[in-house]
């Protein structure tokens, strides 16, 4: 038996006597089509290692072991392993499940290798996953990934757009990122209320050290958490008008229109000791 033998992932489900769970944030791509759409665009092909956050039914699991790589499968609802299993069987080896929380995970470990991130996300942990593969141990060599739109359109926001923000700065501070795909909510079982879209982001290869990182989350956590004011105001605790002015960023701006190098200005003068 191989993977093309493998049955249909609506029969699947109901064989298993499966539904999406809402608490877990749960939405399927039941569609083939779609999935092998998300595998090609994520440019995964045979002997790349590849992390796969909820893997549900499986459905981009087929599409990405269709390409020859090898996927590391992170499921925390353990209703879905013996079908997930079922998958492995047929899969020579390349389909490794893990049960457990992603966010609790050590995925660096799981992977054993260096990985890529192609995920249909939960919903309700889209955003926190993001931001620990930009800023914690494990460094994702790509990540293809999909959010509610709202989100997706927050991480390639550009300064002006109603979605620039925190999750856009530090975002593209650290890698490429643009949309590749956007779906309709008719796409998924069940449809969620919202559109969803797919976001692709490459690592920079000369990123920022981690200090200035660390600075930048700082900054831009002061400078969006109070977006109406100026950053003489919303930056008070890291300094106010004296900051920006060492930054060479206006004090009377707004987060909202200040551009990525304005922010790491920012936050590189956050780290220096004032004159005087």
Same mark, same amino acid.
């Given at each position: 038996?191989?993977?093309?033998? &493998? @049955?249909? #992932?609506? +029969?699947?489900? %109901?064989?298993? !006597?499966?539904?999406?769970?809402?608490?877990? /944030?749960?939405?399927?791509?039941?569609?083939?089509?779609?999935?092998?759409?998300?595998?090609?665009?994520?440019?995964?092909?045979?002997?790349?290692?590849?992390?796969?956050?909820?893997?549900?039914?499986?459905?981009?699991?087929?599409?990405?072991?269709?390409?020859?790589?090898?996927?590391?499968?992170?499921?925390?609802?353990?209703?879905? &392993? @013996?079908? #997930?299993? +079922?998958?492995? %069987?047929?899969? !020579?080896?390349?389909?490794?499940?893990?049960? /457990?929380?992603?966010?609790?995970?050590?995925?660096?470990?799981?992977?054993?290798?260096?990985?890529?991130?192609?995920?249909?996300?939960?919903?309700?942990?889209?955003?926190?996953?993001?931001?620990?593969?930009?800023?914690?141990?494990?460094?994702?060599?790509?990540?293809?990934?999909?959010?509610?739109?709202?989100?997706?359109?927050?991480?390639?926001?550009?300064?002006?757009?109603?979605?620039?923000?925190?999750?856009?700065?530090?975002?593209?501070?650290?890698?490429?990122?643009?949309?590749?795909?956007?779906?309709?909510?008719?796409?998924?079982?069940?449809?969620?209320?919202?559109?969803?879209?797919?976001?692709?982001?490459?690592?920079?290869?000369?990123?920022?050290?981690?200090?200035?990182?660390?600075?930048?989350?700082?900054?831009?956590?002061?400078?969006?958490?109070?977006?109406?004011?100026?950053?003489?105001?919303?930056?008070?605790?890291?300094?106010?008008?004296?900051?920006?002015?060492?930054?060479?960023?206006?004090?009377?701006?707004?987060?909202?229109?200040?551009?990525?190098?304005?922010?790491?200005?920012?936050?590189?003068?956050?780290?220096?000791?004032?004159?005087?």
């Amino acid at each position: 038996m191989s993977l093309a033998d &493998l @049955p249909p #992932l609506r +029969e699947a489900l %109901e064989r298993h !006597d499966l539904m999406a769970r809402k608490s877990f /944030g749960q939405h399927f791509l039941l569609d083939l089509n779609v999935t092998r759409k998300i595998a090609r665009l994520a440019q995964i092909g045979e002997g790349d290692t590849v992390v796969e956050v909820g893997p549900g039914p499986g459905g981009l699991t087929r599409a990405l072991l269709e390409t020859g790589a090898r996927v590391v499968a992170i499921e925390k609802d353990s209703r879905f &392993l @013996p079908l #997930l299993a +079922e998958v492995a %069987e047929v899969a !020579d080896g390349r389909l490794e499940l893990v049960e /457990g929380d992603a966010l609790k995970v050590d995925a660096a470990q799981a992977a054993g290798a260096p990985a890529h991130v192609v995920s249909n996300l939960p919903y309700n942990v889209g955003t926190q996953l993001l931001i620990n593969w930009l800023t914690g141990p494990f460094r994702p060599l790509s990540m293809t990934l999909m959010f509610q739109k709202e989100v997706a359109d927050r991480i390639v926001a550009q300064p002006d757009d109603d979605a620039y923000g925190r999750l856009a700065v530090i975002s593209q501070t650290l890698c490429e990122a643009r949309t590749v795909m956007d779906l309709p909510a008719k796409a998924f079982t069940p449809p969620p209320k919202v559109a969803s879209a797919v976001v692709r982001l490459v690592p920079k290869a000369d990123p920022p050290p981690g200090d200035v990182v660390a600075a930048l989350e700082r900054v831009t956590a002061a400078a969006f958490g109070q977006r109406r004011k100026m950053l003489r105001s919303s930056l008070k605790a890291l300094g106010g008008a004296e900051l920006c002015e060492r930054a060479g960023v206006s004090p009377d701006a707004r987060a909202e229109v200040i551009d990525l190098a304005g922010f790491l200005d920012l936050a590189r003068a956050t780290l220096s000791t004032p004159a005087g």
